[in-house]
């Protein structure tokens, strides 16, 4: 959602919290800031709406502090503007603070600090957060203990970074729903909401869990509890790369993450697949055979390309081990009061690990006794950690806002989970080879769809001015369509359907007329000679057709054909979803679409 990025140390904060912010623009990019604690005291801000480079061209060259905070932003609380960009300060303008999540009572306390004679200068829930710091920062109260104080009072979610002018030798960090990271340099600290913005400068880092605080000096940290409890924690090492966070070469990232599926696949199925016993071993599942065959249905849980990807792994864990599963958006199940079964495995799917409303799904289902798994990207995250166990994906950071590699990483995921699942049912020896060679092959083979970008290219050029497009696949093409279509608008803003092709003719096909053109995805499969009946009646109808196919249907029946190379039934589903991918970056380009950072969207979700 929204970054944090914070600096103590030697050197000016400045230029590491404007990179910083520029890695963590994903998170969320309608406003940014940063706040210094000056040299000759005070605090120096600045915050402008827009783009980290507006921020960048707006701070002066004498913006000088050795300890500073910043935030880039994705709204929730008032308009992106100026005024409601953080840092917040309080009224003396001592005390400033960025935060990511929702101050669920942000209104009363507004009013109660409103009544004590605190002037609020901006819509958002954060600037409480400032002033009720600030009332609790009285004469000779350590900065940690102003905090935790002030949290005290506070219900909701938050991750945040405070600087307090009058004791600069420090900054305080608190977390409860939303991701603090500490960074460990020589002589200087950092902190930030993710990684990313801390891999240039150092490999060691310490993830607060939720609940804890950490005063952060140039020389080390200590980190406690809410009642001021010390806690011990070891830094850990970041293994992923730093080029993994440059586009490396390529217009985008999206472009780039695009091409990175067929080493991300190679990477999720690493050390996963037995092809002696035909099977999949996944470490971290915490479930042994006799409870996995005591499981009669399974629920996948995730939100926007992670609950279509469940969908992908629910087919296949339903074809491979014939345990009914099914997936839901996460963001749905948690508000309906759910019946949790100690029968049925829960499954929770993340990019991030930090969606709060699957994480909130997960922490629903905990409550009630139930048990989840979690696919999830990245490691150590919230999602992860409150899981009984699951598969990581190791995919790699995903820093486009569309997913893409973690997309098809997750179902390569469900891929191994419904083979293992299947090898302790009934699924048989012959057909668990087949699936084994099937996985194996997938990196060449999505390869040889990359291969004709260009060719796609054209194609999103000549289609990207249509109305709208309509997505159709049967039954194992139907998550495609969907995931196509979820592409699609979310970052070309063409309005795009996704409809069953068995359900075309009961209602959409009236949509249908050559302004409408239709992507139809048509796996030379058991149900080709029924995809290619809906193919005749749109193009009955004037409809262009894009179709997505293994062989190519006769002219007659389509305007357009992309191939993608055959896998097996259960997986062809994610080799036909890879020239969907490039068709939405391509339209995207066509249309001169900001394609990493679309218009109102965030990477990770953290509130509700
Ligand atoms: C946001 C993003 C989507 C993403 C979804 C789930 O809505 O814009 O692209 O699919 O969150 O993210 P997650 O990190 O939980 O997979």
């Known amino acids: 959602?929204?970054?944090?990025?914070?600096?103590?140390?030697?050197?000016?904060?400045?230029?590491?919290?404007?990179?910083?912010?520029?890695?963590?623009?994903?998170?969320?990019?309608?406003?940014?800031?940063?706040?210094?604690?000056?040299?000759?005291?005070?605090?120096?801000?600045?915050?402008?709406?827009?783009?980290?480079?507006?921020?960048?061209?707006?701070?002066?060259?004498?913006?000088?502090?050795?300890?500073?905070?910043?935030?880039?932003?994705?709204?929730?609380?008032?308009?992106?503007?100026?005024?409601?960009?953080?840092?917040?300060?309080?009224n003396a303008e001592r005390i400033a603070v960025v935060h990511n999540g929702i101050i669920e009572n942000a209104d009363e306390l507004r009013a109660k600090l409103t009544a004590d004679g605190a002037v609020f200068r901006s819509e958002t829930d954060t600037e409480v957060l400032s002033h009720l710091i600030a009332a609790h920062a009285t004469e000779g109260v350590e900065l940690e203990d102003a905090v935790r104080a002030a949290l005290g009072r506070v219900v909701g979610t938050y991750g945040i970074a405070v600087l307090d002018s009058e004791q600069p030798d420090r900054i305080v960090v608190a977390r409860n729903g939303s991701p603090i990271v500490l960074g460990i340099g020589e002589k200087e600290m950092f902190a930030a909401s993710d990684v990313s913005a801390l891999v240039r400068y150092t490999r060691q880092v310490v993830h607060l869990e939720d609940g804890e605080l950490a005063t952060v000096r140039a020389d080390g940290f200590r980190t406690f509890t809410a009642d001021a409890r010390t806690t011990h924690r070891q830094p850990s090492t970041v293994d992923w790369e730093i080029d993994s966070f440059d586009t490396g070469g390529y217009e985008h990232y999206l472009l780039k993450e695009i091409h990175e599926q067929p080493t991300s696949v190679e990477r999720t199925l690493s050390g996963r697949l037995d092809e002696r016993f035909s099977t999949a071993h996944l470490g971290g599942l915490n479930?042994?055979?006799?409870?996995?065959?005591?499981?009669?249905?399974?629920?996948?849980?995730?939100?926007?390309?992670?609950?279509?990807?469940?969908?992908?792994?629910?087919?296949?864990?339903?074809?491979?081990?014939?345990?009914?599963?099914?997936?839901?958006?996460?963001?749905?199940?948690?508000?309906?009061?759910?019946?949790?079964?100690?029968?049925?495995?829960?499954?929770?799917?993340s990019q991030s690990g930090e969606t709060y409303d699957t994480l909130a799904a997960v922490q629903e289902i905990k409550r009630k006794g139930g048990r989840v798994l979690g696919v999830v990207n990245t490691v150590g995250s919230a999602i992860a950690r409150e899981c009984d166990g699951g598969i990581y994906l190791h995919a790699g950071p995903e820093v486009s806002v569309a997913s893409t590699k973690a997309f098809t990483s997750t179902v390569v995921a469900f891929a191994l989970l419904a083979l293992h699942f299947g090898r302790i049912h009934d699924l048989s020896p012959a057909d668990g080879r087949r699936i084994v060679s099937a996985l194996q092959a997938l990196p060449d083979q999505i390869r040889e769809v990359l291969d004709q970008s260009e060719a796609i290219a054209e194609l999103a050029a000549e289609y990207a001015g249509s109305a709208g497009m309509m997505f159709i696949g049967r039954v194992r093409g139907y998550p495609v369509a969907r995931e196509g279509a979820q592409k699609l608008k979310e970052i070309s803003y063409v309005h795009a359907e996704a409809y069953p092709a068995s359900e075309l003719k009961h209602g959409p096909l009236a949509l249908i007329s050559p302004e409408l053109?239709?992507?139809?995805?048509?796996?030379?499969?058991?149900?080709?000679?029924?995809?290619?009946?809906?193919?005749?009646?749109?193009?009955?109808?004037?409809?262009?057709?894009?179709?997505?196919?293994?062989?190519?249907?006769?002219?007659?029946?389509?305007?357009?054909?992309?191939?993608?190379?055959?896998?097996?039934?259960?997986?062809?589903?994610?080799?036909?979803?890879?020239?969907?991918?490039?068709?939405?970056?391509?339209?995207?380009?066509?249309?001169?679409?900001?394609?990493?950072?679309?218009?109102n969207l965030a990477k990770s979700v953290t509130v509700e």
């Not at 926007?304 to 996460?330: D, F, K, N």
């Not at 009946?533 to 409809?543: D, F, H, N, P, W």
């Open 517 to 599: 053109p239709t992507v139809a995805l048509v796996p030379d499969d058991e149900l080709l000679d029924k995809n290619l009946t809906t193919l005749g009646e749109i193009k009955a109808r004037s409809g262009r057709v894009i179709a997505v196919a293994h062989k190519r249907p006769e002219d007659r029946l389509v305007d357009h054909c992309v191939l993608v190379p055959k896998s097996e039934p259960e997986l062809d589903p994610l080799l036909l979803n890879i020239p969907l991918q490039l068709l939405a970056y391509h339209a995207a380009v066509a249309l001169g679409r900001d394609v990493d950072k679309p218009r």
């Open 287 to 349: 479930l042994d055979a006799r409870e996995l065959r005591e499981i009669r249905r399974v629920k996948i849980l995730g939100c926007g390309s992670a609950y279509y990807a469940g969908e992908m792994g629910a087919q296949l864990i339903e074809e491979l081990a014939r345990v009914p599963a099914h997936s839901e958006p996460a963001s749905e199940f948690r508000y309906r009061n759910p019946v949790i079964e100690a029968d049925t495995l829960y499954v929770a799917v």
């Open 1 to 90: 959602m929204c970054g944090i990025v914070a600096y103590i140390g030697p050197k000016d904060a400045t230029p590491f919290l404007l990179e910083g912010l520029a890695r963590l623009e994903y998170r969320g990019y309608d406003s940014a800031g940063v706040a210094v604690a000056g040299r000759t005291g005070g605090i120096k801000l600045r915050k402008v709406k827009g783009r980290v480079a507006d921020l960048a061209a707006a701070v002066p060259a004498r913006f000088k502090g050795g300890t500073g905070i910043g935030h880039t932003r994705w709204a929730t609380h008032g308009v992106p503007s100026d005024a409601n960009a953080h840092p917040h300060l309080d």
